[in-house]
């Protein structure tokens, strides 16, 4: 996955998992071999989904955005998304 390679800021669990995945496979692949087991991971590509919206309308009727010890955390991350257009 292009993530476990080349990761940007706010994805670092992401590029973990990815990696971790791509990690295991190797290791799978090695410590199988002669077996007769064969090892594959199959990686799609992104994918078109409402995650992030979903997670947003989650989060706007769940948190008080204005009056959280983290207030300007989220107003920033808002303003992130907002500016990549994902929300």
Same mark, same amino acid.
Request: aromatic share 2%; proline share 0%.
């Given at each position: 996955a292009m993530?476990?390679?080349q990761s940007g800021a706010g994805m670092g669990a992401y @590029?973990?998992? +990815?990696?971790?995945?791509e990690g295991l496979t190797v290791t799978l692949?090695?410590?199988?071999?002669?077996?007769g087991i064969?090892?594959?991971l199959i990686e799609p590509g992104p994918i078109t989904s409402r995650f992030t919206a979903n997670?947003? @309308?989650?989060? +706007?009727?769940?948190?008080?955005l204005e009056n959280s010890p983290h207030a300007e955390d989220y107003k920033r991350q808002l303003?992130?998304?907002?500016?990549k257009g994902a929300i």
């Open positions: 993530a476990a390679l @590029a973990a998992s +990815k990696f971790a995945l692949r090695m410590e199988l071999e002669g077996s064969q090892v594959s997670a947003l @309308a989650h989060l +706007k009727g769940t948190i008080d303003a992130r998304l907002e500016a």
